[in-house]
């Protein structure tokens, strides 16, 4: 299994720009979700989704949309990219919402100028 | 949530134990204490986790105290490859709608020296 896999692992885009980040998991897991890393600090939950066609917000949800279609792949789009978005974000991706054990993707390092 | 509360930093010879501590005075009857790391550029890893009893895996022990309002991650024998942000995490139990949510805090920076 490759596990989770996250792509691009790194971007650089202008303000105003919009992108899709892209994570995609093998192992048939129902819960998956998104966070950002800002430097020096934890990661904090953008969205996550307990199954395809079934998303939430996290606590950092604005400026961010996400689709669950399959349950393979669970995109991050930004919609206008700010500066304020510079971040790495990590995907993650677990059996079930019960399971108690989160995988998580090699991350995309972003940055917005 | 409960809010942990864990040292910044702190140092760890190689082939030594590295005892981690961290505190959830505010920790409720139903959420589980969990513990990840971070080794440097990678995304986090589960350790292991416990609600009150001790519990251990491959990887490390978990200490939980008997008023569950603070916790040790035991690392038996720290190696070079151990160095990395730990994360104490308070969870709810599976029971709830919140379930499925990490909040991670700042982390305890672990360097293991030869």
């Known amino acids: 299994n490759a596990g989770v896999t996250q792509t691009p692992k790194f971007q650089v885009l202008k303000t105003g720009q919009s992108m899709t980040l892209q994570c995609a998991q093998d192992?048939?897991?129902?819960?998956m979700s998104w966070y950002r890393q800002d430097p020096g600090m934890g990661l904090r939950l953008i969205h996550y989704s307990v199954g395809a066609g079934i998303t939430d917000q996290g606590e950092v949800p604005n400026g961010y949309n996400v689709s669950r279609s399959t349950t393979e792949d669970f995109p991050l789009r930004l919609l206008s990219a700010a500066p304020s978005q510079t971040s790495v974000y990590f995907c993650a991706s677990s059996y079930s919402r019960t399971a108690y054990e989160q995988y998580f993707g090699p991350g995309t390092r972003l940055t917005v100028t | 949530d409960a809010k942990t509360t864990q040292p910044p930093s702190m140092d760890c010879a190689e082939g030594r134990a590295a005892n981690l501590p961290c505190n959830h005075s505010?920790?409720?009857?139903?959420?589980?204490v969990y513990w990840y790391r971070q080794i440097h550029s990678q995304g986090p890893q589960y350790i292991i986790h416990g609600l009150k009893n001790n519990e251990t895996n491959e990887m490390a022990s978990l200490i939980i105290t008997e008023d569950r309002k603070s916790s040790t991650l035991i690392l038996p024998h720290a190696t070079l490859r151990d160095t990395a942000v730990y994360y104490c995490i308070v969870r709810v139990s599976a029971t709830t709608d919140s379930w499925g949510k990490l909040q991670f805090g700042a982390g305890t920076q672990v360097v293991v020296t030869p």
């Open positions: 505010t920790i409720s009857g139903n959420e589980y």
């Open positions: 192992m048939n897991h129902e819960y």
